[in-house]
């Protein structure tokens, strides 16, 4: 199987995709000396836009999709202060894109898919010796 970001947003069923992509990607991190703590601070963000997107409403889900979009500048400045982000960076920027790209009725499952990829590039970070 092909593992890029298009497979494991859409059509990853059991998520070996996933856990596969998240640990390479996680290895080539510590491999570029990124810290654990520089992931944290794009992680937390991601979290806040979490807690809004899980609000009920359309218009908590608009805010959370625009603020989830306002995140690629963001990281592009990051990776510009510092290169070892640039694969975190390319990495989210095309998950986020595949998450607006979806289709109305299947954006919460591609959302929770790019949540479940960030969380397991983070576990995988720390688990394969990503420093603080």
């Known amino acids: 199987m092909d593992i890029n970001i298009h497979s494991i947003m859409t059509a990853d069923e059991s998520g070996e995709g996933m856990v596969t992509?998240?640990?390479?990607?996680a290895k080539s991190l510590v491999t570029n000396n990124l810290t654990r703590s520089q992931i944290r601070?794009?992680?937390s963000e991601v979290?806040?836009?979490?807690?809004?997107?899980?609000?009920?409403?359309s218009t908590a889900?608009?805010?959370a999709l625009r603020r989830l979009n306002m995140l690629k500048p963001k990281l592009a400045y990051q990776t510009a202060r510092t290169s070892s982000m640039e694969l975190l960076q390319r990495t989210l920027s095309d998950a986020i894109d595949e998450v607006t790209?979806?289709?109305?009725?299947?954006?919460?499952?591609?959302?929770?898919?790019?949540m479940e990829?960030?969380?397991a590039i983070l576990a995988y970070h720390r688990a394969e010796g990503g420093r603080n």
């Open 21 to 25: 992509f998240a640990r390479n990607t």
């Open 47 to 57: 979290r806040q836009i979490e807690a809004v997107w899980e609000k009920a409403d």
């Open 61 to 63: 889900k608009e805010a």
């Open 101 to 114: 790209k979806s289709q109305a009725e299947k954006r919460d499952q591609t959302f929770k898919r790019f």
């Open 117 to 119: 990829l960030f969380e």
């Open 41 to 43: 601070n794009i992680f």
